[in-house]
C-alpha cells in the first residue's frame, strides 16, 4: 500500500520585495504573497506535474520543499531524503572535478563512499561525460553540467527527486532520455518525482498527478 510521502498544509509564503525611493525621503516597500494557502499530499511512487504560468509560484513551492528557504506559514512533512536539481549547476563545486562532485552530493544523500563508488561508471555513461570525469565543472559545458546532474539524481540514492528547469534545457534527444530514465527508475525503484512542465510538453501518460498554481493558489 503507497504511504503518503509528502504533506503541505497550509503552506503560504510572503516575499517583501526591496525598498524603493519615492518621490519624497521617504522609502516603500511591497509585500507579495507568493503562495498562498497550499494544501496537497503526495504518495511514495507519484511522479507529480507541477505546471503554472510563469510567476504562479512554482520555483517558491520547490525551493520549500527543497528546505533552501522556509515558509511564512505553513507546515511541510517529508519522509525520506530528497534530492532537488531546480537550477543548472546549483549543487556543484566549481573547483572539484566531476568525479569529486559526485562524491559530495552522495556523502550529502547520506551514501558512504562504496556504494557511491558502486555509481560512478552509470552515472557517466548516462551523461556521456567519461572523458572528462577528472575535469573540474567550472570547465564544463551547461549541456554537460546538465548531463552530469541529472544523472546524478537518477543514480544516487533518494527517495524523493525534485526537478525544475533542468527539463526545460538541453537537446530533444537528451530530454527524450531524462523522461525515459524518470519513468524507468519510478517504476524499479518506486522512487516519488515532482517535476516542473516547463512548457507544458510532457506526454499524459508519464505523470499520475498534477498539481496546477495560478498566482501562488492550487487550480481546483
Ligand atoms: N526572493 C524573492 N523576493 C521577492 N519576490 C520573489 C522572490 N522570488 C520570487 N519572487 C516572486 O514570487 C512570484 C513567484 O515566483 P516563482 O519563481 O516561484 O514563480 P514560478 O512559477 O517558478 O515562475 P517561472 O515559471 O517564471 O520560473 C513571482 O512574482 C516572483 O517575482
Not at 525520506?80 to 549543487?91: M, Y
Request: proline fraction near 3%; include cysteine; glycine fraction near 8%.
Amino acid at each position: 500500500m503507497p504511504e503518503t510521502i509528502i504533506h503541505v498544509e497550509n503552506l503560504s509564503k510572503l516575499y517583501k520585495n526591496n525598498p524603493v525611493k519615492n518621490s519624497g525621503f521617504n522609502y516603500t516597500s511591497t509585500t507579495f504573497w507568493a503562495l498562498k494557502d497550499v494544501n496537497f499530499h503526495v504518495m511514495q511512487g507519484d511522479i507529480v506535474n507541477l505546471s503554472g504560468d510563469n510567476g504562479a509560484g512554482k520555483s517558491t513551492l520547490l525551493k520549500i520543499l527543497s528546505r533552501i528557504t522556509s515558509p511564512t506559514f505553513g507546515k511541510i512533512t517529508g519522509f525520506g531524503r530528497i534530492n532537488s536539481l531546480l537550477e543548472v549547476g546549483a549543487g556543484f563545486h566549481p573547483e572539484l572535478t566531476g568525479i569529486e562532485n559526485i562524491y559530495l552530493n552522495g556523502a550529502m544523500l547520506l551514501m558512504n563512499k562504496a556504494q557511491i563508488k558502486l555509481t560512478i561508471d552509470k552515472i557517466c555513461d548516462f551523461a556521456g561525460i567519461s572523458k572528462h570525469i577528472h575535469v573540474p565543472v567550472k570547465r564544463y559545458s551547461t549541456g554537460m553540467y546538465m548531463r552530469l546532474a541529472f544523472s546524478m539524481a537518477m543514480h544516487l540514492e533518494s527517495e524523493i527527486l525534485i526537478l525544475d528547469e533542468i527539463l526545460a534545457v538541453g537537446d530533444h534527444s537528451f530530454q527524450q532520455k531524462c523522461l525515459k530514465k524518470i519513468k524507468d527508475i519510478n517504476s524499479k525503484q518506486g522512487r516519488t518525482i515532482l517535476m516542473v512542465d516547463h512548457n507544458n510538453k510532457f506526454p499524459k501518460n508519464l505523470y499520475n498527478k498534477q498539481i496546477k498554481l495560478i498566482n501562488g493558489r492550487i487550480e481546483l
